[in-house]
C-alpha cells in the first residue's frame, strides 16, 4: 500500500484533530480531548513551538500521525517523547505505523536525543507487540504518573512549608 510520509503543516490540524479523536475513542475516552484545532495550529506552529508532528497520507488522505516533543533526561540528556502514534483502523496493518515510527526515530536521532520515550495502555497488546518488535523496551515496573488542572489547583491551596 503506498501512503506518503511528510511534516505536518498547520493546515493539517483538523485532519490531526479527527485522529486524536478516534484514540480517545479506542482508549476509551471519547470526552478527554479538549485541545482544539486552533490550539493545535498555535501550539505546534507559532512563534515557539511546542511540538513536531509528522503526518502519513494515502490517496491525498491524512490517515496517520506521529506527535513528538523535545524534554530533558536528568540522567541521559535530550530526549524526546512521542506522545501519539495514531493509525486510522482501516489503515492498520498497512505498514504506516512502521513508517511513521521510522520518521519518529530518524528525527530523534537527527535531533541527537539519548533516548524517545512514550506509553502504552497495559491492554493494548497488539501496540506493545509492535513497539517490542520494534525494539522498544516497555518497562511495565513504571507507572505513569499525572496531575491535572484540579489538581494543580487543590496542591498549590493546600501546600505547606
Same mark, same amino acid.
Given at each position: 500500500?503506498?501512503?506518503?510520509?511528510?511534516?505536518? &503543516?498547520?493546515?493539517?490540524?483538523?485532519?490531526?484533530?479527527? +485522529?486524536?479523536?478516534?484514540?480517545?475513542?479506542?482508549? $476509551?475516552?471519547?470526552?478527554? !480531548?479538549?485541545?482544539?484545532?486552533?490550539?493545535?495550529?498555535?501550539? =505546534?506552529?507559532?512563534?515557539?513551538?511546542?511540538?513536531?508532528?509528522?503526518?502519513?497520507?494515502?490517496?491525498?488522505?491524512?490517515? *496517520?500521525?506521529?506527535?513528538?516533543?523535545?524534554?530533558?533526561?536528568?540522567?541521559?540528556?535530550?530526549? +524526546?517523547?512521542?506522545?501519539? +502514534?495514531?493509525?486510522?483502523?482501516?489503515?492498520?496493518? &498497512? =505498514?504506516?505505523? &512502521?513508517?511513521? +515510527?521510522?520518521?519518529?526515530?530518524?528525527?530523534?536521532? $537527527?535531533?541527537?536525543?539519548?533516548?524517545? &520515550?512514550?506509553?502504552?495502555?497495559?491492554?493494548?497488546?497488539?501496540?506493545?507487540?509492535?513497539?517490542?518488535?520494534?525494539?522498544? $523496551? !516497555?518497562?511495565?515496573?513504571?507507572?505513569? !504518573?499525572?496531575?491535572?488542572?484540579? *489538581?494543580?489547583?487543590?496542591?498549590?491551596?493546600?501546600?505547606?512549608?
Amino acid at each position: 500500500m503506498e501512503f506518503n510520509i511528510r511534516p505536518a &503543516s498547520s493546515e493539517d490540524m483538523d485532519s490531526v484533530h479527527h +485522529l486524536i479523536r478516534e484514540l480517545a475513542h479506542f482508549e $476509551k475516552e471519547p470526552q478527554a !480531548v479538549e485541545v482544539t484545532v486552533a490550539q493545535l495550529r498555535a501550539h =505546534g506552529f507559532g512563534e515557539h513551538p511546542l511540538f513536531h508532528c509528522i503526518v502519513g497520507e494515502h490517496k491525498g488522505e491524512i490517515v *496517520g500521525m506521529a506527535l513528538v516533543y523535545a524534554r530533558y533526561s536528568t540522567w541521559k540528556g535530550p530526549v +524526546l517523547h512521542l506522545e501519539d +502514534l495514531i493509525v486510522t483502523e482501516r489503515m492498520r496493518g &498497512s =505498514g504506516l505505523g &512502521s513508517a511513521l +515510527l521510522d520518521e519518529v526515530v530518524a528525527h530523534g536521532h $537527527k535531533m541527537g536525543v539519548k533516548r524517545i &520515550s512514550w506509553e502504552v495502555l497495559d491492554w493494548n497488546e497488539p501496540a506493545i507487540q509492535f513497539y517490542e518488535a520494534k525494539g522498544a $523496551k !516497555v518497562m511495565r515496573d513504571w507507572d505513569v !504518573v499525572q496531575m491535572d488542572e484540579q *489538581g494543580m489547583a487543590k496542591y498549590l491551596k493546600n501546600r505547606q512549608y
